[in-house]
């Protein structure tokens, strides 16, 4: 199933995020798509915000992982777009705590590597305004 919302700016980019977060069961992934400059970085920094973390949240296209602690348990955010194989982060253990993980949130990740996972795929429409086309579950989808 596959959901198609308007995010007018980004304070409309919050609340799905807000609501995203809510709908998201304990260890889900959330595969993040679209070109540079689409937001996904935008949107985990949301996500973040939205179970409670208040720190600075930076893509981690170098170090390929960040975790933001949260009262809900660490969100990871990994960014894959340096790895020739994006298939690689699994041997290079990124994502070993995923089990006890509120959420991870992977930037440039194929959906094939991450069965189950929920796929946010991100197009910019204006200089503020996103497009965001949500894959997963239908009982999630229409929590949004």
């Known amino acids: 199933m596959e959901r198609v919302l308007e995010l007018p700016d980004e304070t409309a980019t919050a609340r799905f995020a807000a609501r995203l977060a809510r709908a998201l069961p304990p260890g889900t992934v959330v595969v993040l798509r679209g070109p540079l400059g689409a937001g996904k970085t935008t949107l985990v920094r949301h996500l973040a915000r939205a179970l409670g973390f208040g720190g600075r949240v930076t893509s981690p296209t170098y170090t390929l992982l960040h975790v933001y602690p949260t009262p809900e348990g660490p969100i990871l955010h990994a960014d894959l777009y340096r790895l020739e ?16 993980a509120r959420l991870a949130a992977v930037e440039w990740g194929r959906p094939e590597d991450f069965p189950g996972a929920v796929v946010v795929e991100l197009e910019q429409v204006s200089e503020a305004a996103r497009r965001a086309r949500i894959s997963g579950p239908e009982e999630l989808l229409r929590r949004l």
Request: charged share 50%.
């Open 85 to 100: 194989d994006p298939a690689r982060a699994e041997e290079l253990g990124l994502f070993e705590e995923v089990e006890e």
